[in-house]
């Protein structure tokens, strides 16, 4: 079985701090993928990032990071120098390569960001 | 030039009555979804085609049934709607494959308010 914890439920911070967000994942699959999404107020789900289980480099894009570390099952993401816009629901996913097609949400943490 | 779309984008309802929500890619992805997301923002998978195959099936009710003509089209039927069926449904699409594990592509999603 796969499963995703996230369990910041709502995080605030004020514009320009930075913040960081936690996903736990849980899997028997050694292959295997995880995943970001961000929901803005709009309500449509964006892509952010996709990492796999062999490459745990960590990955930098603009003011926003991403610390993968198998040993702790751990997907953090990280926004520095947030910004009003970074306000929205932020969702941690994982795949495996044995069911590929079932991709397994965490609960998402809300976060809001005031100016 | 939308890559996933859905129809209608609201959709509100009295009970019991039956209806269905549309949903098309012009991605050329062999895989689409069906999501599910509640009113504390949770997304749970429902169905997944491959290939116009159904592969994957959760405990949804036998009111839903999810109909594919071809790859491009992924629509969602729902009988005899509940009260408890009032969510944001999420149309997706992915490119299939053992080892590409892809993200997925959602489309803006349907606010499905029964009365």
């Known amino acids: 079985a796969q499963k995703v914890t996230q369990a910041q439920t709502e995080i605030s911070v004020v514009e320009k701090e930075d913040v960081t967000l936690d996903c736990v994942y849980e899997t028997r699959d050694t292959t295997y993928y995880l995943f970001w999404y961000k929901q803005p107020p709009s309500g449509e789900l964006v892509f952010l990032i996709r990492r796999n289980s062999f490459d745990e480099q960590n990955e930098i894009s603009g003011r926003y990071s991403w610390n993968f570390q198998k040993s702790t099952s751990s997907f953090n993401f990280t926004i520095t120098a947030s910004q009003v816009v970074d306000s929205a629901v932020y969702f941690c996913a994982l795949t495996t390569a044995y069911n590929n097609n079932d991709m397994r949400f965490g609960a998402g943490t809300r976060l809001t960001v005031k100016p | 030039d939308t890559a996933v779309s859905q129809t209608p984008k609201y959709l509100v309802t009295q009970m019991g009555n039956d209806k269905s929500i549309k949903c098309e890619q012009n991605?050329?992805?062999?895989?689409m979804y069906w999501y599910k997301q509640d009113s504390k923002k949770f997304l749970k998978i429902m169905f997944s085609y491959n290939n116009k195959e159904l592969i994957i099936n959760e405990t949804v009710p036998n009111r839903f049934s999810p109909k594919s003509p071809d790859k491009a089209h992924l629509n969602l039927h729902i009988n005899s709607l509940e009260l408890g069926d009032s969510a944001v449904y999420f149309c997706?699409?992915?490119?299939?494959?053992?080892?590409?594990?892809?993200?997925?592509?959602f489309g803006p999603g349907t606010r499905l308010t029964v009365l």
């Open positions: 991605l050329g992805h062999d895989t």
């Open positions: 997706a699409s992915s490119q299939e494959g053992p080892r590409l594990a892809g993200e997925l592509f």
